[in-house]
């Protein structure tokens, strides 16, 4: 869906936007910096674990986002080149995950200081059902923009008359 969203994002500003003109793509820029950098900091958080999971390795250099919010950049093939890397690591990792790593307790400190314990399964799916949640909106406002995203949905509806 990452891909899909930038796809069209790329086609209808083929030419990259400006911020703070007040337009609607203002808003979906921030998100789509808002879900790199979330994502970035939960993959610093999983480093933490005693898998050593190879896919991680580069983001144990990098820094822990300091704002949930920071720009990353304004430039959607930026953000897109960005996208990939990430969503690459993501699926790298979640391939090297094995069935007794999900059981770990996880220990991560959260941006408010707080000490947070969880076990690795549960953490792996809230990392997931945010960048969800993150998507949803990010296609909500690509609708209130009249950017045609087509069809989101996993399971698409064939058309009636069509064979299969």
């Not at 999971?53 to 950049?73: C, F, G, H, K, M």
């Not at 059981?103 to 400190?109: A, P």
């Amino acid at each position: 869906m990452n891909g899909k969203i930038y796809n069209v994002l790329l086609c209808e500003f083929p030419f990259g936007v400006s911020r703070d003109n007040g337009a609607p793509i203002d808003s979906i820029v921030a998100m789509l910096n808002h879900l790199i950098i979330v994502d970035t900091l939960w993959l610093k958080r999983f480093t933490l674990h005693p898998a050593n999971y190879s896919a991680l390795a580069p983001i144990v250099s990098s820094s822990i986002p300091e704002d949930l919010n920071q720009i990353v950049s304004d430039d959607l093939a930026t953000l897109h080149h960005h996208r990939e890397m990430l969503d690459s690591l993501i699926c790298e990792l979640v391939h090297s995950i094995s069935r007794i790593d999900l059981d770990y307790l996880l220990c991560y400190k959260s941006k408010r200081g707080a000490i947070v314990n969880g076990k690795f399964f549960n953490i792996i799916m809230y990392f997931f059902n945010y960048q969800s949640h993150i998507r949803e909106k990010i296609l909500d406002l690509m609708r209130q923009a009249d950017i045609d995203i087509d069809a989101t949905e996993l399971i698409v509806p064939v058309p009636s008359g069509i064979e299969l």
